[in-house]
Nanobody
């Protein structure tokens, strides 16, 4: 059973930085997509960043140039470095995983494919 546990959320001022972590366990021995999503109150969930087994990363438009996704395969940990945070980045951030039998196509965060496994989320609050 896949388990994803996020950490690293918190409250920062506009322009600040946070680093989120996602500890993964129970992942199948196959190529896996890992990703970050977020949801603000009253808004739909949106893709932040996705990364495939070969380290190819994609980002939502709002994340480009500010956020960086990385994975430590040896420790089954996914990271999201967020810089220059703005109040509109406030929300709950979720780690997600899915099998990739598409050569990375399913991992592209803005392709909108369904992701199977989800963490509980970590709250990020950015004040102006």
């Amino acid at each position: 059973q896949v388990q994803l546990v996020e950490s690293g959320g918190g409250s920062v001022q506009s322009g600040g930085s946070l680093r989120l972590s996602c500890a993964a366990s129970g992942l199948p021995n196959s190529e896996i997509c890992m990703g970050w999503f977020r949801q603000a109150p009253g808004k739909e969930r949106e893709g932040v960043a996705g990364i495939d087994a070969h380290g190819v990363a994609t980002y939502g438009d709002f994340a480009k140039g500010r956020f960086t996704v990385a994975q430590d395969n040896a420790n089954n940990t996914l990271y999201l470095q967020m810089n220059n945070l703005m109040p509109e980045d406030t929300g709950t951030y979720y780690c997600a995983a899915r099998l990739d039998n598409s050569g990375g196509y399913y991992c592209v965060i803005y392709h909108g494919y369904k992701w199977k496994d989800w963490g509980q989320g970590t709250q990020v609050t950015v004040s102006s």
